[in-house]
């Protein structure tokens, strides 16, 4: 079975601040990777994703994030937050099971911004 | 503009009652999904649909149930048989590779 593991439910960082956050999976066949955002009381948005090529894949509002076959990660990073990047972030695997395609997301994380 | 609607964005419930969610999409996406989000535990899976007029369970179907008439559409049930409904729903829809595209949700509330 494939798993996500997102081991900080929360990353307190201040403002302009670099952030980083980690996301392992596992998993027995091939898989495509990403991370989406969201804010309160809204649904999700795909912030990045990686399926084929080059190992840095950048994304929206500055983010990118780095795949890493050999420890299996796929961290999120920023240079300098902002306080509208406050939000819940979630990472997913995507691999195909029987025929469909599925999805596994992690449990989240929770980035807030300190003025 | 393509997108995916969900209505209501708020929904009570009183006990032993069923109700409805709606999903609907505009970006001719052939399968969709319904997850349930609880604080802290992600998003769970409840049904996925790859084509219309089929469906699969996913990791929590128990006291839910969906159809897929149209290829628009996959509108979710709560039915009285889920024991703690109280969660935020949320509808999406993918074409190809996994990626997909969420509706702003649905928030029940049991009264």
């Known amino acids: 079975a494939q798993s996500v593991t997102q081991l900080d439910s929360q990353v307190p960082v201040f403002e302009e601040a670099p952030v980083e956050l980690r996301c392992n999976y596992s998993s027995s066949v091939s898989v495509y990777l990403f991370w989406y955002v969201q804010y309160p009381n809204q649904g999700l948005q795909l912030l990045l994703k990686?399926?084929?090529?080059?190992?840095l894949v950048k994304g929206i509002n500055g983010f990118e994030a780095e795949f890493n076959k050999s420890q299996t990660s796929f961290h999120l990073r920023k240079p300098s937050v902002h306080i509208s990047d406050t939000a819940e972030y979630f990472c997913?695997?995507?691999?195909?099971?029987?025929?469909?395609?599925?999805?596994?997301f992690g449990t989240g994380t929770k980035l807030q911004v300190i003025p | 503009d393509g997108g995916i609607t969900q209505s209501p964005k708020y929904l009570f419930r009183k006990e032993g009652q069923n109700v409805t969610l709606s999903c609907e999409q505009n970006?001719?996406?052939?399968?969709m999904y319904w997850y349930r989000q609880d604080p802290g535990q992600g998003l769970r899976l409840i049904y996925y649909s790859q084509i219309v007029n089929d469906f699969q369970k996913g990791d929590i179907a128990e006291g839910y149930s969906v159809s897929r008439e149209k290829k628009e559409s996959f509108p979710l049930t709560v039915t009285s048989a889920q024991k703690n409904p109280t969660a935020f729903y949320l509808c999406?829809?993918?074409?190809?590779?996994?990626?997909?595209?969420f509706g702003p949700g649905t928030r029940l509330t049991v009264l």
């Open positions: 990686y399926l084929s090529g080059s190992t």
């Open positions: 997913a695997v995507s691999y195909n099971s029987g025929g469909y395609q599925k999805v596994t």
């Open positions: 999406a829809s993918s074409h190809r590779v996994g990626e997909q595209f």
């Open positions: 970006l001719n996406h052939d399968a």
